[in-house]
């Protein structure tokens, strides 16, 4: 069955950067375009970035185009998600998204 694995989260400082991470398994991987998620307590699941299935096409959303760059490696099965000069407004659980299934989250705290 399609499986979905988050990590990389975790608490950074104001205008510090992580990197995420998306395993996946279960389907052929480099068929499917990928996106990035994220939800904030009391706040509805929003889309953050999407990759086409070759890597070619990212989108962003408005709120983290220019600090978060998503990216994949079709070998390792794997999707990325750089993020850069972090908010505390990027406080969120982020999931990973695929062939119609998501993963389980990994928290995001930015905070001093």
């Known amino acids: 069955q399609v499986q979905l694995v988050e990590s990389g989260g975790g608490l950074v400082q104001p205008g510090g950067s992580l990197r995420l991470s998306c395993v996946a398994s279960g389907f052929i991987f480099s068929n499917y375009a990928m996106n990035w998620y994220r939800q904030a307590p009391g706040n509805e699941r929003e889309w953050v970035a999407g990759?086409?299935?070759?890597?070619?096409?990212?989108n962003y959303a408005a709120s983290v185009k220019g600090r978060f760059t998503i990216s994949r490696d079709n070998v390792k099965k794997t999707v990325y998600l750089q993020m850069n000069s972090l908010k505390p407004e990027d406080t969120a659980v982020y999931y990973c998204e695929g062939k119609s299934s998501w993963g389980q989250g990994t928290q995001v705290t930015v905070s001093s």
């Open positions: 990759i086409s299935n070759g890597g070619r096409t990212t």
